[in-house]
């Protein structure tokens, strides 16, 4: 299952976000949560600290908008950007996607 | 690769969740990052502006042609219930759940630390009961075929 989180700035986006991925990985789901900001704020609410949030790599942003050329299979992109987090859930970084689908 | 949504990232999570940052830009055009969601719940708090963001969003995400769009209501007072159903009444979007203020919300996001089982009891069995809707209407459309609890 897919499942986007958005809203206003402010409304509690990453709040809801951390907590209904705890909710999936707490009854053994493989959790994928993907923090679109420009700000790691998901991975303080997924239990990490400042030092780790910062070690999550960035997601290219040819991965993200779809531009890429199809290098990396799905596992091969978690194993690379993934970061694991207290919470049982996978984390991926990605960059600001102001440009989505652009060119 | 086409976006990470649209690629086959179900062989790899059951279950994966974006935290989309504000702006509608990734629900503007389409093969956006988002317009491979199969649920997409749009987060309001008891604010006008909050309100009139959301309506902007259930249009395009709607216009993407997501099969599900569901209304959260988030940072309710008491009597706020009422609020939120009529919004979500207007635009014709189900509402999925509503998530009440917290104080432990607060110190959470100040500490920038995790909110813990052991706080914000009503918090998390609100968010509880947004994820057993989400299960419960899951099979209305789309096949899913991730959803079951990894073996």
Same mark, same amino acid.
């Given at each position: 299952?897919?499942?986007?989180?958005?809203?206003?700035?402010?409304?509690?986006?990453?709040?809801?976000?951390?907590?209904?991925?705890?909710?999936?990985?707490?009854?053994?789901?493989?959790?994928?949560?993907?923090?679109?900001?420009?700000?790691?704020?998901?991975?303080?609410?997924?239990?990490?600290? *400042?030092?780790?949030?910062?070690? +999550?790599? @960035? $997601?290219?942003?040819?991965?993200?908008?779809?531009? /890429?050329? &199809?290098?990396?299979?799905?596992?091969?992109?978690?194993?690379?950007?993934? *970061?694991?987090?207290?919470?049982? +859930?996978? @984390? $991926?970084?990605?960059?600001?996607?102001?440009?989505? /689908?652009? &060119? | 690769?086409?976006?990470?949504?649209?690629?086959?990232?179900?062989?790899?999570?059951?279950?994966?969740?974006?935290?989309?940052?504000?702006?509608?830009?990734?629900?503007?055009?389409?093969?956006?990052?988002?317009?491979?969601?199969?649920?997409?719940?749009?987060?309001?708090?008891?604010?006008?502006?909050?309100?009139?963001?959301?309506?902007?969003?259930?249009?395009?995400?709607?216009?993407?042609?997501?099969?599900?769009?569901?209304?959260?209501?988030?940072?309710?007072?008491?009597?706020?219930?009422?609020?939120?159903?009529?919004?979500?009444?207007?635009?014709?979007?189900?509402?999925?759940?509503?998530?009440?203020?917290?104080?432990?919300?607060?110190?959470?996001?100040?500490?920038?630390?995790?909110?813990?089982?052991?706080?914000?009891?009503?918090?998390?069995?609100?968010?509880?009961?947004?994820?057993?809707?989400?299960?419960?209407?899951?099979?209305?459309?789309?096949?899913?075929?991730?959803?079951?609890?990894?073996?």
């Amino acid at each position: 299952m897919k499942l986007g989180v958005v809203g206003k700035g402010g409304v509690g986006k990453t709040t809801i976000s951390a907590l209904l991925a705890q909710v999936y990985a707490a009854r053994g789901q493989r959790v994928l949560a993907i923090d679109t900001d420009s700000n790691p704020n998901l991975a303080f609410s997924l239990g990490l600290d *400042a030092a780790q949030a910062d070690e +999550v790599p @960035l $997601l290219p942003r040819s991965l993200v908008v779809g531009t /890429g050329n &199809g290098a990396l299979s799905p596992s091969q992109l978690i194993e690379q950007y993934g *970061a694991p987090t207290p919470s049982q +859930v996978t @984390l $991926l970084h990605a960059m600001r996607i102001t440009q989505a /689908g652009a &060119g | 690769m086409r976006s990470i949504l649209a690629a086959a990232i179900e062989e790899e999570a059951d279950v994966t969740l974006v935290d989309m940052e504000a702006g509608l830009e990734h629900l503007s055009r389409s093969g956006g990052t988002l317009a491979y969601a199969d649920v997409l719940l749009v987060v309001m708090e008891p604010s006008r502006k909050s309100i009139l963001t959301a309506g902007r969003t259930i249009v395009l995400a709607e216009e993407l042609g997501i099969p599900r769009v569901y209304g959260v209501g988030n940072k309710a007072q008491p009597g706020d219930d009422e609020f939120f159903r009529e919004v979500c009444a207007e635009y014709n979007v189900p509402l999925a759940g509503i998530v009440p203020a917290n104080e432990d919300v607060v110190d959470a996001d100040r500490a920038g630390v995790l909110l813990g089982e052991g706080r914000g009891g009503a918090v998390h069995e609100a968010v509880d009961r947004i994820v057993a809707y989400v299960d419960e209407h899951l099979g209305e459309t789309a096949v899913v075929g991730a959803s079951a609890p990894a073996g």
